[in-house]
């Protein structure tokens, strides 16, 4: 950002949105909220605000599991398959390829012992 301060990741902005939420059910008034919330994070009362509304609005949020960088080579005409349904499906290749692998390793076939 402009101002030299970042962004929070998504696992971070959950956590602060989940403890809103529990400053907000022990019936503390959304502006008490963030002030608590600045303090025990650093960050703005604009921003804790924020996270207090969120929580306010939608409740817990879930903290989204830690991710990786995996290379692997494919062929290349896979990669343009790939690439073509990720952007027909307004999704991301990560995605794309997450929920296949996920759905190929529930299906067993990832449980052969290799020889």
């Known amino acids: 950002m402009a101002d030299g301060r970042a962004r929070v990741d998504a696992g971070e902005y ?4 989940n ?4 400053l907000l059910e022990s019936g503390m008034p959304v502006a008490d909220a ?3 919330l600045a303090e025990r ?6 921003q804790a605000r924020r996270y207090a509304e969120r929580a306010a609005s ?6 989204p599991e830690a991710t990786t960088v995996f290379t692997v080579k494919l062929p290349a005409a896979l990669v343009a398959r790939v690439r073509q ?3 027909e499906s307004g999704s991301t290749i990560s995605a794309l390829v997450t929920q ?3 759905e190929f390793l529930a299906r067993g076939h990832g449980k052969r012992p290799r020889r």
Do not use: D
């Open 100 to 102: 296949a692998l996920t």
């Open 41 to 46: 994070f650093g960050c703005s009362v604009r």
């Open 58 to 63: 939608v409740g817990r949020s879930t903290i």
């Open 85 to 87: 349904r990720a952007s």
């Open 34 to 36: 963030a002030r608590v």
């Open 19 to 22: 403890a809103a939420v529990e």
């Open 14 to 17: 959950a956590r602060r949105v």
